[in-house]
């Protein structure tokens, strides 16, 4: 595996590829890599010949009360980690590489508020113009034809769709299902800073998403009613919740009695660990 830690290096491994007429798939993390990470390496390398994973912890896309310093970096181990699945090159660009004037003086890409300023986008005020900022940015580097992101951030990857389409950026978008550890928990970086007790109420989260699917898919339409009461059911067992809603997956609006794609999307609390998961489904 080819360790690129500038721009110009993987430029470099990338004209090689491409003078094989290789196809480039793009894998983007902030590292701290888990299984649910491997997987989209694996579905990477059933769409392309070779694959490139980058390794950047963004700046721009934490706001100013968040944990980019906590962030958790275990560059070695993930070098390890990619290596055992035959990864054909992993990115690693400081800061000073991705932003040459810092991040605040960087032109930024913008999704409209009506997909980026709701869920995630209400509490975490320009996170989603962090996040197409430097997936636009690595795309134009790497300028592969495929891109794999997890469909747990299902907020992002329905903004980066919308991003990639209204630019007619010519990559395509695979989103790659939700892995979950054996008590449910959907899995990410952050899971490590839970407390032993965090971890045994974690799996109540994905739980609760379970009990409103299945009382939608027994006939409940009272949309509102169903996120209060899964809100006052976390809460009464130690989350803190963000936002518990019920939408229509298609256009990530608030869903409508009669729509029949929807997820039920949820962020919360435990502690100062900041949960996300969501269950998508068919209402026939």
Do not use: W
């Not at 435990?270 to 969501?278: F, P, Q």
């Amino acid at each position: 595996m080819i360790i690129a830690s500038s721009i110009e290096d993987l430029k470099q491994a990338l004209n090689e590829l491409r003078k094989q007429q290789k196809t480039i798939a793009l894998v983007p993390t902030m590292g701290n890599l888990h299984v649910g990470h491997l997987k989209l390496v694996d579905t990477a390398k059933k769409h392309a010949d070779c694959v490139v994973v980058s390794l950047f912890v963004n700046p721009t896309q934490f706001g100013a009360n968040e944990d980019l310093d906590n962030y958790p970096r275990t560059l070695q181990n993930d070098i390890d980690k990619l290596q055992a699945l035959d990864a054909d090159i992993l990115f690693t660009p400081t800061e000073e590489d991705m932003y040459p004037l810092g991040g605040s003086n960087a032109t930024h890409v913008h999704v409209p508020p009506h997909l980026t300023n709701i869920l995630c986008g209400a509490s975490r005020s320009n996170h989603f113009d962090g996040v197409t900022t430097i997936v636009a940015k690595l795309f134009n580097i790497v300028q592969a034809n495929v891109a794999v992101f997890g469909e747990k951030d299902f907020q992002q990857l329905t903004v980066i769709r919308q991003m990639v389409d209204d630019l007619n950026i010519p990559i395509e978008i695979i989103g790659e299902s939700i892995v979950r550890e054996t008590n449910g928990l959907a899995m990410s970086s952050r899971n490590g800073n839970l407390t032993i007790e965090q971890r045994k109420l974690a799996p109540l989260l994905q739980q609760s998403l379970l009990e409103t699917k299945q009382a939608i898919q027994q006939g409940a339409t009272n949309f509102e009613n169903l996120e209060q009461r899964t809100r006052e059911q976390l809460n009464a067992h130690g989350f803190k919740t963000d936002y518990i809603s019920i939408i229509n997956s298609n256009d990530l609006q608030s869903a409508q009695a009669g729509d029949t794609s929807l997820i039920i999307l949820a962020a919360a609390f435990l502690g100062d660990v900041r949960l996300i998961d969501n269950l998508m489904f068919i209402v026939k």
